[in-house]
């Protein structure tokens, strides 16, 4: 009885890390008309954070692609564009990355935090965090 217990008491707790935590599909929601834009799958590659657009929520929108991107990413269809790059892990923040804005192309220092279990904020910004806004994603389920 004591061994069960124990299990089902590691796999809460596993639950409980798991939902807070940055990894996983994330709806979009912009910050000047709070409209849903889009899922985002946040994850983890060789040490660091991204994340890819994985659906766009708005019809018209689908088939675009990132004609104001630069480098490697000009041109490519927003739908499967990484748009989080390069975060790392600090303290209880994200940071150390950047983030593009696929309706603009631009690219901006990147740092996301926890807001509860199912919201995170995150911050695009130039320079130091204060020059930069904010949105805040709800996990998708």
Same mark, same amino acid.
């Given at each position: *009885?004591?061994?069960?217990?124990?299990?089902?008491?590691?796999?809460?707790?596993? =639950?409980?890390?798991?939902? =807070?935590?940055? /990894?996983?599909?994330?709806?979009?929601?912009?910050?000047?008309? $709070?409209?849903?834009? !889009? #899922?985002?799958?946040?994850?983890?590659? =060789? %040490?660091?954070?991204? +994340?890819?657009?994985?659906?766009?929520?708005?019809?018209?929108? @689908?088939? @675009?692609?990132?004609?104001?991107?630069? +480098?490697?990413?000009?041109?490519? &269809? #927003?739908? $499967?564009?990484?748009? #989080?790059? +390069?975060?790392?892990?600090?303290?209880?923040?994200?940071?150390? %990355?950047?983030?593009?804005? &696929?309706?603009? %192309? !631009? !690219?901006?220092?990147?740092?996301?935090? *926890?807001? $509860?279990?199912?919201?995170?904020?995150? @911050?695009? /910004?130039?320079? #130091?965090?204060?020059? +930069? @806004? !904010? =949105?805040?994603?709800?996990?998708?389920?």
């Amino acid at each position: *009885m004591k061994l069960k217990t124990l299990y089902i008491f590691i796999f809460f707790i596993s =639950q409980i890390s798991f939902s =807070q935590t940055i /990894f996983g599909k994330w709806k979009t929601i912009d910050d000047e008309t $709070g409209k849903e834009k !889009s #899922i985002v799958e946040i994850f983890e590659k =060789q %040490g660091k954070i991204y +994340g890819k657009i994985i659906e766009i929520l708005e019809s018209e929108n @689908r088939h @675009r692609k990132c004609e104001k991107c630069e +480098g490697e990413d000009k041109n490519k &269809p #927003i739908l $499967g564009l990484i748009i #989080i790059k +390069g975060l790392k892990k600090s303290g209880e923040v994200y940071a150390g %990355g950047k983030i593009t804005d &696929p309706k603009n %192309g !631009s !690219s901006y220092n990147c740092k996301i935090s *926890m807001d $509860g279990k199912d919201k995170i904020i995150v @911050r695009g /910004f130039v320079g #130091i965090s204060l020059f +930069g @806004r !904010s =949105q805040t994603w709800i996990r998708h389920k």
